[in-house]
């Protein structure tokens, strides 16, 4: 026997894997076509899913398999390169060639991992493959994603899917636990304790323990709504479903902007949010989100970006961190673009309920899910912001439809395109 597996490095490397891992690394018994391992951080969710991806590509020739992860970089630096990624857990004799650029990785017996970004859905369409990883995806940003990869799981006997995430309570993730199709491995950063530093193990503790970021990143429980929140999932994801029409139908665009102090290293991010209000009804839409951390070159450049891309009316932006720096900082990107100052007379949460009370009346859409703006917004009570650091994806947001639907202006009516 032991010949026989040095004569098979695919056999060896399998066996190994089997005698060292946890059981719940290990994919369940029986008929299943989603696989979610849903565990904390540092658990071993990434070691357990990349060799469940590395027998399903070497158990037979030829096999498709598709790796999915919320961006590309995510899928090539993690899943791939990482420390714990395929190309550290595929024994050398296995490995035909890796293609950085292109993002497919072949083995000598035909078999072929291409990767794919979660943010890019419509890549997605029409590719099709024997089995999928899908890494961090409560982060994915549109749920078409999870769709279209299910559209292509359609080759061989048994296609299947491992997702290894780290919990969020957003539509997705909540729509695949609850489907029958699915069999869910839950686990702590506590179960992995052999292989973690003892001394990071303890500062986690004494820093997250009773708190609800710990009780998500490292204990893997789906958070319900934060008592007190002024937004709940369920009001966000009526605001995903009303339909958005065209900007050529909105009567004004504007593009909220909460500066920060940062850096463009460390610090706060620049909330950079797009929103538009239509002629007919008045209602509100969220087109886009383009919050980032960067220097004050860098947020200008990407504000009068989006500014362009959505033919925005103007720049509505706090006056702080010396009244007039947002202004000198966008127009020195381009003079001519035109930036409404507005100075944050009350606190933050007095700002935002006015503006949580549109969604209740359902007066607010979204164009697509938001990701970590969706998380702050259900993390904003009547006591203030319980997430961590500020919520400046939500600030730049209140910014945006305040000006648009709560300040009472005459406002211009934008042209439509005909033809």
Known sequence: MTNSLASRPDLQSRADWLLKARPEQLAPDGQ??????????GFGKTRGGAEWAKWEGLRAPNRRIHI?????????????????????????????????SLGELF?????????????????LRGPQCHAAWCDELSSWRYEDAWDQLLFGLRLGDDPRVCVTTTPKPNPLTRRILKDKATVITRGSTFDNAANLAATALTQLRQKYEGTRLGRQELYAELLEDVPGALWTWDMIRAAQLKETPPIEAMRRIVIGVDPSGSDGET?????????GVCKALGHG????????????????????????????DCIVAERNFGGEMVRHVIQTVRKNVPVKL??????????????????????????APFGRMDEQMTLFTSDGFQGEGSPDDVDALVWALTELMLTGEVTRLRPVKLG
Request: aromatic letters at 8%; a neutral charge; proline letters at 4%.
């Open 32 to 41: 299943w076509l989603v696989w979610m391992m849903q565990a904390g951080r």
């Open 68 to 100: 999915v992860a919320p961006t590309y970089s995510d899928a090539r630096d993690t899943c791939i390169e990482g420390d714990s990624g395929l190309l550290s857990v595929l024994p050398d004799d296995c490995i035909d060639t890796w293609n950085r």
């Open 107 to 123: 083995l000598t017996n035909g078999s072929r991992y291409k990767l794919f970004a979660a943010e890019e859905p419509n890549r």
């Open 267 to 275: 610090g706060d991010r620049q909330g950079i949010v797009g929103a």
């Open 285 to 312: 839409h969220v087109l886009a989100n383009k919050t980032m951390r960067g220097s004050p070159d860098e947020w200008g450049k990407e504000a009068v970006r989006l500014y362009d891309e959505l033919k925005a």
């Open 342 to 367: 507005v100075t944050a007379s009350r606190g933050k949460t007095v700002r935002a309920e006015p503006v949580a009370a549109l969604y209740e009346q359902g007066r607010v859409s979204h164009l």
